[in-house]
């Protein structure tokens, strides 16, 4: 051929696991709710920072060290990551990965995030707990977007691979996977019931 791909940028998505997962989100989704609750600081900052929604990001983003719903969430999570990295390649040199950061978002109606990339990690994501019909999903942009320069814009019906954002759909019982320098978002919730997941960074030590 001439022309190959170089310097792919890789996102990760498969189930959690195989089978019980309605009952499985249904209790983490009790245990979001009840966190919403009971996180008052959370709050606070949610009203400056995350308008209209609810995140645990600033206040208890900590939650497989309190919870043993999370702590078991945490392992699963774990060996999706471990097969991630090792299909990237990575020479993690014996060192194991950790989890070092858990936290939930609820996004009712109208609620968003902007566009953001998370350091001091080396893979990050999300596990999907509730997601209403037509709700939005994760959306990331080419990392190159920034060198483009001169370039012309891309043609409507450009393949997915030479377009310069991609849209994931939220999927109640999927995570997705991607490395922490990606930048993406998420759209304005435009449905009238409440999304929930759970987002989580991992590093390597």
């Not at 990001?57 to 999370?70: G, V």
């Not at 997705?176 to 999304?195: G, Y």
Request: hydrophobic share 35%; aromatic share 12%.
């Amino acid at each position: 051929m001439p022309i190959r791909a170089w310097f792919p940028t890789f996102i990760y998505q498969e189930p959690l696991q195989k089978s019980g997962l309605d009952r499985l989100n249904t209790d983490l989704a009790d245990e979001c709710r009840r966190l919403r609750d009971y996180d008052a600081a959370g709050r606070r900052w949610s009203e400056k920072n995350y308008p209209g929604g609810y995140t645990s990001y600033a206040s208890m983003n900590e939650l497989h060290r309190f919870s043993s719903t999370f702590s078991d969430l945490e392992k699963k999570l774990t060996r999706h990551v471990r097969k991630f990295a090792h299909s990237l390649d990575m020479d993690l040199r014996g060192h194991s990965i950790r989890l070092t950061d858990l936290w939930v978002n609820i996004m009712p109606p109208t609620a968003a995030h902007s566009l953001h990339l998370h350091p001091l990690s080396f893979i990050s994501g999300t596990y999907y707990v509730v997601t209403p019909p037509g709700c939005s999903g994760l959306k990331f942009e080419d990392p190159r977007l920034d060198r483009f320069m001169a370039a012309p814009p891309k043609r409507s019906g450009a393949r997915r691979e030479n377009q310069v954002h991609v849209t994931y759909p939220a999927e109640a019982g999927k995570v997705i996977l991607f490395e922490s320098w990606l930048r993406h978002e998420v759209a304005a919730n435009r449905v009238a019931e409440e999304r929930i997941s759970v987002s989580f960074n991992f590093n390597w030590s």
